[in-house]
């Protein structure tokens, strides 16, 4: 259970790492969405039949990469439009 948080805190940071702009995300926002991203990243290799979702692989690696990003792009866009002072 540590190696998966650990591993989704990695993947949230290359994911705002990757993301142009800046990232309006703590870090619990960051950890969130990594695990989020990892999750989904096993999903599709085991959809893809490389491994299992627990299982850390290199095309589940970079899906749950790709999908961190875009939950992050999407967390932003649903943060922005509260955000009633935005210009």
Same mark, same amino acid.
């Given at each position: 259970?540590?190696?998966?948080?650990?591993?989704? +805190?990695?993947? !949230?940071?290359?994911?705002?790492?990757?993301?142009?702009?800046?990232? =309006?995300?703590?870090?619990?926002?960051?950890?969130?969405? !990594?695990?989020?991203?990892?999750?989904?990243?096993?999903?599709?290799? =085991?959809?893809?039949?490389? !491994?299992?979702?627990?299982?850390? =692989?290199? +095309?589940?690696?970079?899906?749950?990469?790709?999908?961190?990003?875009?939950?992050?792009?999407?967390?932003?866009?649903?943060?922005?439009?509260?955000?009633?002072?935005?210009?």
């Amino acid at each position: 259970m540590i190696g998966f948080i650990v591993a989704g +805190l990695v993947i !949230g940071a290359l994911a705002r790492l990757i993301k142009p702009g800046r990232q =309006n995300l703590g870090l619990l926002a960051t950890l969130a969405l !990594g695990l989020a991203g990892s999750v989904l990243g096993g999903i599709v290799a =085991n959809l893809l039949g490389t !491994g299992d979702i627990f299982e850390l =692989n290199v +095309l589940g690696f970079i899906v749950a990469v790709i999908a961190a990003v875009l939950l992050i792009g999407l967390a932003e866009s649903v943060a922005g439009r509260r955000s009633p002072d935005r210009r």
